[in-house]
């Protein structure tokens, strides 16, 4: 089942048919209220099952992409120390995308096709990587907010009913929380610097508060799946619910750090014991992810070369196998 990173031809993975028996579906729905696991040689809903392809793929695919603002920074990064991090870091985001990468593979869809999705511009991913990195603190706020709402939404994705997608989170969030405690000690660095420093951070933060808070998804009322992910327990807490737990949190770390956000509707309400936040612009949200963002086409073009230029590996990696499986069938024989 786990082709890892490409199809040997002639063995390439069946998508199982769809075989929506009501009472198995409705047995399927009562376990998964009950709050069990589904792992993947049960039957399953063929929607559920697309509807984990499709989240979990989509996840691999940010994870891949989302190496690409910061990688930019590696060879500028201003000292060894952050260097080193840095790299690790990008390269732990490589690794998040093959976990999850295998994590799809096990509902029976090979990772050629979700990558031939990716670079065809059929598969989605993350809004926020289409934003560039303009300066040394866009690497700070991306570790402090970008890694920071991740968590948000990541943390209950480790109960996800479907126990492969589970394990996987569980490993990735322990590595995401590692990501924002170095962006954040980036920041508060630089915080305690030159007024230019300062002021590099508060730009950045500027630029990166609302994207942000895209990067939760629509409005609860405007989320076509939500409904139907919760009933399965692929989703545990509402795209909006998140935004306001990562509002809440962040609000105070920006404090501490001396940093300010661009909303002059945040505050503190007593009433709600939660922040009120300002309109997210919905059609900056779209227009992003429908592919016409600043960085859209470099990301993906960017993803392609890579793949293009890893061409030889893969062709050596089959002629091995090639040989290694020819000499199995000549001891055998
Ligand atoms: N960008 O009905 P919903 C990271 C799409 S990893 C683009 O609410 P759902 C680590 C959505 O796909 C960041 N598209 O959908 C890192 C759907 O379109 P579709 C990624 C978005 O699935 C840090 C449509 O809108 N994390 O940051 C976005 O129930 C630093 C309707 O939306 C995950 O993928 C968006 N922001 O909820 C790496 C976590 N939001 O598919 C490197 C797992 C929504 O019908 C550096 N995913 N859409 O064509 C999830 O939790 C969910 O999929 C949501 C969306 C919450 C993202």
């Given amino acids: 089942m786990y082709t890892q990173a490409m199809d040997i031809p002639g063995n390439e993975t069946k998508t199982p048919a769809g075989s929506d028996d009501p009472v198995r579906a409705a047995a399927f729905d009562e376990r998964t209220a009950r709050g069990e696991f589904v792992e993947a040689k049960d039957w399953m809903p063929e929607a559920y099952r697309r509807t984990l392809i499709r989240q979990i793929s989509q996840h691999a695919h940010s994870e891949v992409v989302g190496m690409l603002p910061e990688g930019h920074w590696i ?70 907010l970008v890694d920071g709402a991740a968590i948000m939404n990541q943390v209950p994705l480790c109960r996800c009913s479907y126990g492969p997608y589970a ?8 590595e995401e929380s590692f990501h924002q405690r170095q962006g954040y000690d980036a920041l508060y660095t630089m915080m305690q610097g030159t007024e230019a420093q300062r002021a590099m951070v508060q730009d950045a933060v500027n630029r990166w508060w609302w ?64 922040y009120d936040f300002g309109r997210i612009d919905w059609r900056e949200f779209w227009n992003v992810v429908n592919g016409h963002g600043p960085c859209n086409k470099e990301r993906l073009a960017a993803r392609v070369a890579a793949w293009e230029d890893g061409a030889w590996v893969r062709e050596a990696a089959l002629a091995y196998a090639e040989k290694h499986a020819a000499r199995q069938r000549s001891v055998a024989a």
């Fill in 75 to 144: 060879s500028r990064a201003p000292s060894l120390k952050r260097k080193a991090i840095l790299l690790a870091k990008v390269q732990d985001e490589g690794g998040h995308g093959l976990y999850l990468y295998a994590a799809a593979e096990t509902l029976g869809v090979s990772r050629d096709e979700l990558v031939d999705a990716l670079h065809a511009g059929k598969a989605k991913y993350s809004s926020i990587f289409n934003y560039p990195t303009l300066t040394w603190a866009d690497i700070g706020v991306i570790g402090w």
């Fill in 167 to 174: 394990r996987a989170m569980i490993r990735i969030c322990k």
């Fill in 211 to 274: 994207p942000v808070l895209m990067m939760f998804g629509p409005h609860d009322a405007d989320s076509q799946h939500s409904e139907q992910s919760m009933k399965w327990g692929i989703k545990r807490i509402s795209n909006d619910e998140l935004r306001q737990q990562f509002v809440d949190a962040t609000v105070a770390q920006g404090k501490v750090l001396g940093v300010t956000f661009p909303d002059p509707d945040l505050c503190w309400n007593e009433a709600r014991g939660h």
